[in-house]
């Protein structure tokens, strides 16, 4: 089990950018897989983006790729999503979650595949 730690949101501009940061606590921080969720108001969770353990494998939603970068430092335990070109539908409060690297994670990266979770932060995006 990890306790994740977002920060780094706020107000920004259409077109903007943003950098999250998700600081996980514990020694085994290289054995997770990591990954960012988006929830909008009355909207379900979604999925933005994921890392794999040694961060060589990295997987987006359409709706960010090309815009989005994630990325991660397991000497620091953090992950990182990089923001650019932010549109106003990418406002949302963003979580980090964390899975072990040992389970296998379908495609649709489900939100109940992710076993720990940050408390989240707002990312507000004005047009």
Known sequence: Q?????????LVQAGGSLRLSCAASGRTFSSYAMAWFRQAPGKEREFVADISASGDTTVYADSVKGRFTIS?????NTVYLQMNSLKAEDTAIYYCAAVPSYVLVTKAHYPHEYDDWGQGT???VSS
């Open 2 to 10: 990890v306790q994740l730690v977002e920060s780094g949101g706020g």
């Open 72 to 76: 991660r430092d397991n000497a620091e």
């Open 122 to 124: 707002q990312v507000t």
